[in-house]
T-cell receptor, first 113, second 109 residues
């Protein structure tokens, strides 16, 4: 069966520090991968979308970047965090040419101080 | 521009009462819509999709293209229905989903 792992679960970082959130999927190949940010009152905002290794679509201008170095690995990064980067980040995967069903990770709560 | 709107942040009902969670969309193409649910301490997961025309846990949702709506309904709410509900729209020939802001449903005993 397929599983998705996301870590760390919680992270507290000072402003200006770097960020790396990692997500891996097991039990499937060539998945679509997603990074969302979940914020109260703003719902789920799609940040990045990837259909394959090295193929990243950035959905909103921001201080973050994403990379997909391996088929089932998706990394969310920043070189210098801003206060506004605080939030709850969700990684998800779906089958390529799928049915719109996304499978979500447990999320990572980032607090920037 | 494509958009999903859920006008209610919070909906509170008593057990046994009917429930309707509102969702409206804006999309120039042929829409495919979904409802996702997040129970306390659980992952966000798919509840139902309009194309399947199915009833899941007693919930149904009908796509109304004239009103550009996809409201989620259940005739008799249960306490275990308390959760965060998100309406979502898939974009064109992609697998990208955009979500609404969510509605928290509270069902009181």
């Amino acid at each position: 069966s397929q599983t998705i792992h996301q870590w760390p679960a919680t992270l507290v970082q000072p402003v200006g520090s770097p960020l790396s959130l990692e997500c891996t999927v097991e039990g499937t190949s060539n998945p679509n991968l997603y990074w969302y940010r979940q914020a109260a009152g703003r719902g789920l905002q799609l940040l990045f979308y990837s259909v394959g290794i090295g193929q990243i679509s950035s959905e909103v201008p921001q201080n973050l970047s994403a990379s997909r170095p391996q088929d089932r690995q998706f990394i969310l990064s920043s070189k210098k965090l801003l206060l506004s980067d605080s939030g709850f980040y969700l990684c998800a995967w779906s089958r390529s040419r799928g049915t719109g069903e996304l499978f979500f990770g447990e999320g990572s709560r980032l607090t920037v101080l | 521009a494509q958009r999903v709107t859920q006008p209610e942040k919070l909906l509170s009902v008593f057990k046994g009462a009917p429930v309707e969670l509102k969702c409206n969309y804006s999309y120039s193409g042929s829409p495919e819509l979904f409802w996702y649910v997040q129970y306390s301490r659980q992952r966000l997961q798919l509840l139902l999709r309009h194309i399947s025309r199915e009833s899941i846990k007693g919930f149904t949702a009908d796509l109304n293209k004239g009103e550009t709506s996809f409201h989620l309904k259940k005739p008799f709410a249960q306490e275990e229905d308390s959760a965060m509900y998100y309406c979502a729209l898939i974009l064109g020939n992609t697998d990208k989903l955009i979500f609404g802001t969510g509605t928290r449903l509270q069902v009181f005993p």
